[in-house]
């Protein structure tokens, strides 16, 4: 398995600023996700991070409003950018150890992002 | 595209009683299907992947190609498995592994 920690876990922003979650794994994995859980609905990928490589996003979601960093196998940054009301979310970093769709994904605690 | 269905946004059951959480997908390849659940206060985490075959807390779950279903079973309900469930599909997409998830259902065990 994987334990996985993210930062902050709950903030309360303005509109217009932008905010950066952490994600951190006590050890070198492969794939890392982020994903977004509006109230109510399920998980959405937002972009796949690689280690050394650009990150891919999912449709509707671009890299001028979730910048994604990934500096080494075990620390990732996703940023929230100019945010709106539309943005409160939970924000969920996952990883999986190995390249492979049968691979377990293990999800950090959340970031609950409220923003006003 | 691919797309996971479960159909029951909430499932309330009596303790004993047998449950069935339902999940049905979409998608032309070999599907690779997996059950997370979420407990209160706590992070989603994997119960149980298609390709194990395993018995998880009494849980099973059979794939069912002809009928598109990979539906969540057990014999008998106890409160400690009131909790979300999601049903999750991994399939590949432009080179890159991803997995998207069913809307959830809410399991209710009664005491």
């Known amino acids: 398995s994987a334990v996985i920690s993210q930062k902050p876990s709950r903030d309360i922003c303005q509109r217009g600023t932008s905010l950066t979650i952490q994600c951190q794994v006590d050890?070198?994995?492969?794939?890392m996700f982020w994903y977004r859980q509006q109230p109510g609905q399920s998980l959405t990928l937002i972009a796949t991070?690689?280690?050394?490589?650009?990150?891919?996003?999912e449709s509707g979601f671009v890299i001028d409003k979730f910048p994604i960093s990934r500096p080494n196998l075990t620390f990732s940054t996703l940023t929230v950018s100019n945010m709106s009301p539309e943005d409160s979310s939970i924000y969920l970093c996952?990883?999986?150890?190995?390249?492979?769709?049968?691979?377990?994904?293990?999800f950090g605690p959340g970031t609950r992002l409220t923003v006003l | 595209a691919q797309r996971v269905t479960q159909p029951e946004k909430l499932l309330s059951v009596f303790k004993g009683a047998p449950v069935e959480l339902k999940c049905n997908y979409s998608y032309s390849g070999s599907p690779e299907l997996f059950w997370y659940v979420q407990y209160s206060r706590q992070r989603l985490q994997l119960l149980l992947r298609?390709?194990s075959r395993e018995s998880i807390k009494g849980f099973t779950a059979d794939l069912n190609k002809g009928e598109t279903s990979f539906h969540l079973k057990k014999p008998f309900a106890q409160e400690e498995d009131s909790a979300m469930y999601y049903c999750a599909l991994g399939f590949y997409s432009g080179g890159y592994q991803k997995v998207t998830f069913g809307t959830g259902t809410k399991l209710q065990v009664i005491p």
């Open positions: 050890s070198q994995v492969t794939m």
């Open positions: 991070a690689n280690q050394g490589s650009e990150a891919t996003y």
């Open positions: 298609h390709i």
């Open positions: 996952s990883v999986g150890r190995l390249a492979g769709v049968q691979d377990t994904q293990y």
